[in-house]
């Protein structure tokens, strides 16, 4: 796989288990600090004010722009 693709599989088991083990708030905000640092996700509105989803282009441009 590639290392982007690694990163993204441990993000994914990481929340797994959050949600699996209802982890504290702190441990879920430890987790998205650590997504955000790494450029998988970004908190930001869409033009009609709802909830933006990156594409998987965007996502990991962000990505190679943190490295």
Do not use: C
Not at 17 to 46: N, R, T
Request: aromatic fraction near 8%; glycine fraction near 4%.
């Amino acid at each position: 796989m590639s290392k982007h693709t690694d990163i993204l599989l441990d993000a994914v088991q990481q929340i797994a288990a959050i949600i699996y083990y209802q982890m504290s708030m702190k441990e879920q905000d430890i987790w998205l600090k650590d997504i955000m640092e790494k450029g998988i996700w970004m908190p930001e509105e869409s033009d009609d004010g709802g909830t933006y989803y990156m594409s998987v282009e965007e996502t990991l441009k962000n990505m190679e722009d943190k490295e």
